[in-house]
Each structure stands twice: as C-alpha cells, then as structure tokens.
C-alpha cells in the first residue's frame, strides 16, 4: 500500500460513540508491536458541512494498519490531502 487510505465517519446518532470506539480501537492497534523510532501519521479533518470526520492515514500508516483500515471499510485515494487542514492525531 502506497496510498493514502481515508476512513469515514458519518454524522448520525451514534457518531460519538462510533468516533470513540474508532480512536480507542486505533490507539489500541498502535500499541501493538509499539516501535517508538517508527512514526505511523494519521490525521482527521471535519467532513463537508460538518457531516462527520475524515481520517487520514499515511502510506506508512496504511501499510502499519492494513487490516484494522479493511475493518473500517476504508477507500484508498489517489492524492495527498490537503495538509493545511488536517490535525495529526498519531
């Protein structure tokens, strides 16, 4: 995987819950096999209108996270984000 893959979370009633379960889950993946000289960059950015969140995951965090991305039904996309508005969350 040499793409960025994009995880998304859409606004509903249990968005919170979802959003939650979703960084819990991906905080737990990380410390997994935890290397500390090893960066694996995932960022989020507000959906369109505010309907949910985008979540941004590197090339090397998509390789590094590959079955917990297929779990969460992630797209791979073509371009690099905008990086402007983007806030790394790992």
Do not use: C
């Amino acid at each position: 995987m040499d793409q960025w893959n994009v995880v998304y979370i859409p606004q509903s009633r249990v968005f919170e819950a979802s959003n939650r379960t979703f960084l819990g889950l991906l905080h737990a993946e990380n410390s997994i096999d935890f290397d500390p000289t090893t960066e694996y960059p995932v960022y989020s950015a507000p959906a369109a209108d505010g309907d949910g969140i985008h979540y941004f995951f590197s090339p090397v965090a998509s390789n590094r996270f590959r079955v917990f991305l297929k779990f969460w039904s992630a797209v791979s996309t073509e371009a690099s984000p905008d990086m402007t508005v983007l806030r790394r969350i790992l």
